[in-house]
C-alpha cells in the first residue's frame, strides 16, 4: 500500500471500509473514493465477499500443506 500526497487520510471516510465498499456509499464523495484508490488500488474488488473470504481460507490451507503452492487471484 502506498500514501499519496495531498490526498485525504482513510480515517477521513465516515463510514467503515466495508460500509464504503456498498454500491452508492461513495456517491457525493468523489474525494474518498479517490483517496481510497490512490492507497490501494485493490480497496473494492469486484468479486463478492463471500468469495474472498473463501479464496483467503483455502489459499492459507494449502500454505499449510505445502510451501511450493501458489495461489494466484
Known sequence: M???CGLHPVEA???PLPAARRPGALDG???WEQSLGEIDEHWNPA???D???HYAAVRE???D???TVS???
Open 61 to 63: 490451507l494449502l500454505r
Open 29 to 31: 464523495h468523489p474525494e
Open 47 to 49: 468479486w463478492p465477499a
Open 2 to 4: 502506498k500514501r499519496a
Open 51 to 53: 468469495w474472498q473470504r
Open 13 to 15: 471516510v465516515p463510514a
Open 71 to 73: 495461489c494466484r487471484g
Open 65 to 67: 500443506e505445502d510451501q
